[in-house]
């Protein structure tokens, strides 16, 4: 809703009493919606996300608004009001579900994901929730943000980011700049912002997609749209308006379809695709503007949309968690629990607009009291803070319990090499020497290729230091060794970094001269036929060089973090391999062609040598998840270290084979030195 109550000249009001404006709740309204239903998964709304851009973009418009009158009115902005009213506004109804959520996480939720959820409510009460899940984004090992019920409160901790500035530009402008000339100067001053921020915007999709996605300097310009789009009220009187209007109108609602209906793959996203939604919702505010008693606005001021739109701060607050705690409690629920979960959502908004978020918003025994309100609204949150702070420290001691420890433990159970640095992370092109095994062997072998390279590395280890070998690890994450062009997936772009990378191990490989290559990629990487061709390519150029190779298969993919489900599953006191093995032909399905393709291609060579390890991994039709008790995966789809140890005999027995044939390339490796 127009969250201080203020309204534009000209626009539809639900009475002369409320100042509440009806035909942008509608657009309100729209915007929630649009973010359920895509959470929701409803196929048709794919773009969906694009909800949380109109509602910054209206932010940034009912902001200045606002700012901008009270400005023309009385010569200056008390900023103490200001965040007065949005304390009132916005605070009580966060407080409530920051409670909420760590209460039900403490008691649903295992102690590995309480402490996630906790640190996600502590950001969140202190308004940094973007920080938060920006880093987690960007963290190979991060953890599983996506199943956060805190992870939606990014978007207001931009919006709260965004109000802790812009008063402050409006305020110094009408406050330095000369009278006649203020308007002018705050156009300008917010049109440069707007153009700088975009720009930056654009270039950090193509750099780190994450940090422009939840950061707020990047996301600065949606805001700047909505503050243009008011700012041109004065100019939207001179113009035709029944034309402008229908224009503006058509063209807006146009791009708002637009985006809902092909914007369905969010890595790209913000960078340029966000301004569909964004020039879409300015749009629609100019029609508004335009034609007060215009069909658009009419529209929009539907009384059920309206009223939706009244409920859209809350709806948005309590939809997220409730379809995360749905799936938690009713894995296998579908669209039942999935709807029930968003009518639950929606009763818990009603009730919290109705009784928390209105009757605080409206009170006016605190409206002569801001400083006394902003003072409690900074202690209520580091309260909140603090709270989460000392929950956390139980979960963590909770996790530490033995019937707990172990799930915590095989979370953690990663390649040491991550810990000293052996990895290439994202943006990195190079990597230091990493020696392992017997620095002084003359017989070399080589770990070569992305993180499903990485996590073979406790076998590997163990075989060097076994035999004299030296080992040199290669990895890169999420770069396969293969020569392919492939792109990065947390963001859709070109992994450029990944090509550089790749080329300077090639040509450290054509100086080490091993004895071996050993090879290990995910095989999601191309389409089968592509795949195939680049690691042709790939074992042309290592034969050139003289390096003979063996090429791991790649390992299954539960699709789901394995700790976490057999935590949630000891912790509900259910049956752990029920509930958290899979089937191998889902396990398989991810890649399958790709690994077929691949051993057509190895099989060919005498150089190379295909090696096979996966019914260890799963040896039967349904997948396990435990074997003799030890955790099979630390995540979705990377073994645990604990689990890799268990094949060293099969890795060592395929080698050593391959290596008693007549005329093998690897045959030094079994040799004395």
């Given at each position: 809703?127009?969250?201080?109550?203020?309204?534009?000249?000209?626009?539809?009001?639900?009475?002369?009493?409320?100042?509440?404006?009806?035909?942008?709740?509608?657009?309100?309204?729209?915007?929630?919606?649009?973010?359920?239903?895509?959470?929701?998964?409803?196929?048709?709304?794919?773009?969906?996300?694009?909800?949380?851009?109109?509602?910054?973009?209206?932010?940034?418009?009912?902001?200045?608004?606002?700012?901008?009158?009270?400005?023309?009115?009385?010569?200056?902005?008390?900023?103490?009001?200001?965040?007065a009213r949005r304390a009132r506004?916005?605070?009580?109804?966060?407080?409530?579900?920051?409670?909420?959520?760590?209460?039900?996480?403490?008691?649903?939720?295992?102690?590995?994901?309480?402490?996630?959820?906790?640190?996600?409510?502590?950001?969140?009460?202190?308004?940094?929730?973007?920080?938060?899940?920006?880093?987690?984004?960007?963290?190979?090992?991060?953890?599983?943000?996506?199943?956060?019920?805190?992870?939606?409160?990014?978007?207001?901790?931009?919006?709260?980011?965004?109000?802790?500035?812009?008063?402050?530009?409006?305020?110094?402008?009408?406050?330095?700049?000369?009278?006649?000339?203020?308007?002018?100067?705050?156009?300008?001053?917010?049109?440069?912002?707007?153009?700088?921020?975009?720009?930056?915007c654009v270039w950090m999709t193509?750099?780190?997609?994450?940090?422009?996605?939840?950061?707020?300097?990047?996301?600065?310009?949606?805001?700047?749209?909505?503050?243009?789009?008011?700012?041109?009220?004065?100019?939207?009187?001179?113009?035709?308006?029944?034309?402008?209007?229908?224009?503006?109108?058509?063209?807006?609602?146009?791009?708002?379809?637009?985006?809902?209906?092909?914007?369905?793959?969010?890595?790209?996203?913000p960078g340029t695709l966000a301004?569909?939604?964004?020039?879409?919702?300015?749009?629609?505010?100019?029609?508004?503007?335009?034609?007060?008693?215009?069909?658009?606005?009419?529209?929009?001021?539907?009384?059920?949309?309206?009223?939706?739109?009244?409920?859209?701060?809350?709806?948005?607050?309590?939809?997220?968690?409730?379809?995360?705690?749905?799936?938690?409690?009713?894995?296998?629920?579908?669209?039942?629990?999935?709807?029930?979960?968003?009518?639950?959502?929606?009763?818990?908004?009603?009730?919290?607009?109705?009784?928390?978020?209105?009757?605080?918003?409206?009170?006016?025994?605190?409206?002569?009291?801001?400083?006394?309100?902003?003072?409690?609204?900074?202690?209520?949150?580091?309260?909140?803070?603090?709270?989460?702070?000392?929950?956390?420290?139980?979960?963590?001691?909770?996790?530490?319990?033995?019937?707990?420890?172990?799930?915590?433990?095989?979370?953690?159970?990663?390649?040491?090499?991550?810990?000293?640095?052996?990895?290439?992370?994202?943006?990195?092109?190079?990597?230091?020497?990493?020696?392992?095994?017997?620095?002084?062997?003359?017989?070399?072998?080589?770990?070569?290729?992305?993180?499903?390279?990485?996590?073979?590395?406790?076998?590997?280890?163990?075989?060097?230091?076994?035999?004299?070998?030296?080992?040199?690890?290669?990895?890169?994450?999420?770069?396969?060794?293969?020569?392919?062009?492939?792109?990065?997936?947390?963001?859709?772009?070109?992994?450029?970094?990944?090509?550089?990378?790749?080329?300077?191990?090639?040509?450290?490989?054509?100086?080490?001269?091993?004895?071996?290559?050993?090879?290990?990629?995910?095989?999601?990487?191309?389409?089968?036929?592509?795949?195939?061709?680049?690691?042709?390519?790939?074992?042309?150029?290592?034969?050139?060089?003289?390096?003979?190779?063996?090429?791991?298969?790649?390992?299954?993919?539960?699709?789901?973090?394995?700790?976490?489900?057999?935590?949630?599953?000891?912790?509900?006191?259910?049956?752990?391999?029920?509930?958290?093995?899979?089937?191998?032909?889902?396990?398989?399905?991810?890649?399958?062609?790709?690994?077929?393709?691949?051993?057509?291609?190895?099989?060919?060579?005498?150089?190379?040598?295909?090696?096979?390890?996966?019914?260890?991994?799963?040896?039967?039709?349904?997948?396990?998840?435990?074997?003799?008790?030890?955790?099979?995966?630390?995540?979705?789809?990377?073994?645990?270290?604990?689990?890799?140890?268990?094949?060293?005999?099969?890795?060592?027995?395929?080698?050593?084979?391959?290596?008693?044939?007549?005329?093998?390339?690897?045959?030094?490796?079994?040799?004395?030195?």
């Amino acid at each position: 809703m127009n969250r201080d109550g203020a309204h534009a000249p000209g626009l539809v009001l639900a009475n002369a009493a409320s100042q509440v404006r009806m035909d942008v709740q509608g657009l309100r309204g729209i915007a929630i919606l649009l973010v359920v239903m895509y959470h929701a998964g409803i196929p048709f709304v794919a773009g969906g996300f694009i909800g949380v851009d109109v509602f910054f973009v209206i932010s940034g418009y009912l902001i200045t608004g606002l700012l901008v009158r009270e400005a023309r009115r009385t010569g200056r902005i008390r900023i103490t009001h200001f965040y007065a009213r949005r304390a009132r506004r916005l605070l009580p109804a966060a407080w409530m579900l920051c409670a909420v959520v760590a209460a039900f996480a403490m008691i649903v939720l295992p102690p590995i994901e309480q402490y996630d959820v906790l640190s996600a409510t502590r950001a969140s009460a202190l308004y940094v929730a973007n920080v938060w899940f920006g880093a987690r984004a960007i963290d190979y090992l991060g953890g599983d943000a996506s199943a956060n019920p805190m992870l939606h409160m990014w978007s207001l901790a931009v919006e709260e980011q965004f109000y802790l500035l812009w008063p402050f530009l409006i305020a110094g402008i009408t406050r330095f700049a000369p009278a006649d000339r203020s308007e002018r100067v705050l156009r300008h001053a917010i049109v440069g912002l707007t153009i700088v921020s975009f720009v930056l915007c654009v270039w950090m999709t193509e750099k780190r997609q994450p940090w422009a996605f939840f950061g707020t300097p990047f996301r600065a310009w949606e805001f700047g749209l909505g503050a243009i789009a008011y700012m041109l009220q004065q100019q939207s009187r001179r113009l035709p308006r029944s034309f402008w209007c229908a224009i503006c109108a058509a063209s807006g609602v146009g791009l708002l379809i637009l985006g809902t209906l092909a914007l369905a793959d969010a890595r790209q996203f913000p960078g340029t695709l966000a301004l569909i939604p964004a020039i879409g919702t300015s749009l629609v505010l100019i029609a508004l503007d335009l034609g007060d008693r215009s069909l658009l606005s009419r529209g929009l001021a539907w009384r059920p949309l309206a009223w939706i739109g009244d409920l859209s701060y809350s709806w948005y607050l309590w939809h997220w968690p409730a379809l995360v705690f749905a799936i938690v409690l009713f894995p296998s629920g579908g669209l039942t629990v999935t709807g029930v979960a968003i009518a639950l959502s929606l009763s818990a908004a009603h009730a919290s607009f109705r009784w928390i978020e209105n009757p605080i918003r409206t009170t006016s025994r605190l409206v002569p009291l801001s400083g006394l309100v902003v003072a409690a609204a900074i202690s209520g949150s580091v309260g909140i803070a603090i709270a989460s702070s000392l929950a956390m420290q139980f979960a963590s001691s909770r996790g530490s319990a033995f019937d707990q420890r172990r799930w915590t433990e095989a979370r953690n159970d990663v390649p040491r090499i991550y810990e000293l640095g052996c990895i290439a992370w994202y943006d990195e092109t190079d990597l230091p020497a990493c020696e392992f095994g017997d620095l002084s062997s003359t017989r070399t072998i080589v770990l070569f290729g992305d993180s499903h390279a990485a996590h073979w590395f406790a076998a590997v280890e163990a075989l060097a230091l076994r035999n004299g070998w030296r080992l040199i690890v290669l990895v890169k994450a999420a770069c396969p060794s293969v020569e392919s062009r492939v792109r990065w997936e947390a963001s859709g772009q070109p992994y450029l970094q990944c090509d550089a990378w790749r080329e300077k191990m090639f040509a450290r490989l054509d100086r080490l001269k091993p004895d071996l290559v050993l090879i290990a990629n995910a095989s999601v990487y191309q389409l089968p036929e592509q795949w195939a061709a680049d690691v042709a390519r790939t074992l042309d150029r290592l034969e050139r060089s003289g390096l003979p190779s063996a090429w791991l298969r790649d390992t299954p993919a539960p699709g789901f973090h394995v700790p976490a489900c057999l935590a949630r599953m000891a912790w509900g006191g259910r049956d752990l391999e029920a509930n958290c093995g899979y089937e191998r032909k889902a396990g398989f399905k991810k890649g399958l062609a790709q690994s077929q393709a691949q051993l057509r291609v190895v099989a060919d060579r005498s150089s190379a040598l295909w090696i096979d390890l996966n019914e260890a991994v799963c040896p039967a039709e349904r997948c396990p998840a435990i074997v003799d008790g030890t955790v099979i995966f630390s995540d979705s789809n990377h073994l645990a270290q604990r689990f890799v140890q268990r094949l060293i005999e099969p890795l060592n027995s395929a080698l050593r084979s391959r290596a008693s044939q007549e005329n093998s390339p690897i045959a030094r490796l079994y040799s004395r030195d």
